[in-house]
């Protein structure tokens, strides 16, 4: 990436994931890194990314973990190409819900162990809360977020629980909620000219059902050391970048539990104020790519999520 201009760094959140994500990928250097993921969190990483099916991918707490590792390992073999001689170009992070603890880790937040436990108990406690109080999770398609936030109020006058859950990019916002309030909402998506697309998900994430979880991970975030300064990172919770210093990252990550994702004003803050041009998506799945399109018309936008990606 030498020569690259201002660079952010974007990496995706649970959703991404997909059977056998990893099989390109397991003849990098990077790989080894699924092995130490696996000691940090008892879980066998290398199972999740080759072998578990799309069925097992779908409990929350196994889906985080497997994102966050392949991001990880895609992280680490960009960085393999990097020029010691040549500044890479990147100047910020940020990362979609789960993607936050990639972006904390790649700036110099969080270590690796640490980051990697972190995701393991809040992928529990985000499965356990979900099963308490079960929900599910919608994009609304050609919706902006006054539209969504109409929708949402109706819903709720009707004695529906439904949230504004992430405000990815222009016309494009997801609602989280019950079963019932996200039926409700589908069977008026008509009404404002919004297409409903269900999300397979294992819960209502990003609303006040994920409460529960926040107790759990308040505990594991307050027992982990955060660096006192790092690379900027852009916050899901207020869309502001972060260098260290005074900001609370464990009051910022169990906000994130049920407070909506900002995410296009986070892209926005990337390119308007940190100056970034250029967005590279490291992970599983090109999601955040169509997003930064979205929202900037003057951003070069590349997704790797192969080995061979070019980066030019």
Excluded at 22 to 42: M, Y
Excluded at 77 to 102: F, I, K, N, Q, T
Aim: a negative charge; hydrophobic letters at 45%; proline letters at 6%.
């Amino acid at each position: 990436m030498s020569g690259a201009p201002p660079t952010a760094l974007l990496f995706p959140g649970q959703g991404a994931q997909r059977a056998a994500m990893g099989e390109p990928w397991r003849d990098v250097e990077a790989w080894r890194l699924a092995e130490e993921i696996s000691a940090h969190t008892g879980t066998d990483v290398e199972e999740l990314l080759l072998k578990a099916d799309d069925a097992t991918l779908r409990e929350t707490d196994l889906a985080q973990l497997a994102v966050f590792s392949l991001s990880v390992i895609v992280l680490h073999h960009v960085r393999s190409w990097e020029d010691p001689e040549e500044p890479s170009g990147v100047v910020a992070y940020a990362g979609h819900s789960l993607g936050e603890y990639v972006a904390l880790y790649a700036a110099g937040a969080l270590t690796l162990p640490d980051a990697a436990r972190l995701v393991a108990v809040r992928g529990r406690a985000m499965r356990q809360a979900a099963q308490r109080d079960p929900g599910t999770m919608a994009v609304l398609v050609r919706a902006d977020a006054d539209t969504a936030r109409t929708m949402v109020e109706a819903a709720r006058t009707a004695g529906h629980r439904v949230w504004v859950a992430n405000l990815n990019a222009p016309g494009q916002v997801v609602v989280s909620g019950s079963h019932e309030g996200i039926d409700h909402v589908e069977s008026r998506a008509g009404d404002y000219d919004a297409k409903v697309l269900r999300v397979a998900v294992g819960g209502a994430f990003h609303t006040p059902l994920m409460a529960p979880a926040g107790e759990e991970l308040a505990r594991a975030l307050l027992a982990v050391p955060f660096a006192a300064s790092h690379e900027p990172v852009v916050a899901n919770v207020d869309a502001r970048a972060y260098r260290g210093g005074d900001v609370d990252w464990p009051e910022l990550e169990v906000r994130q539990l049920t407070s909506p994702v900002l995410w296009e004003r986070g892209v926005r803050t990337l390119h308007d104020t940190v100056g970034c041009v250029r967005f590279l998506e490291l992970g599983p799945g090109r999601a955040l790519t169509g997003m930064v399109r979205r929202t900037l018309s003057d951003a070069t936008v590349i997704t790797v999520n192969t080995p061979t990606t070019p980066l030019r």
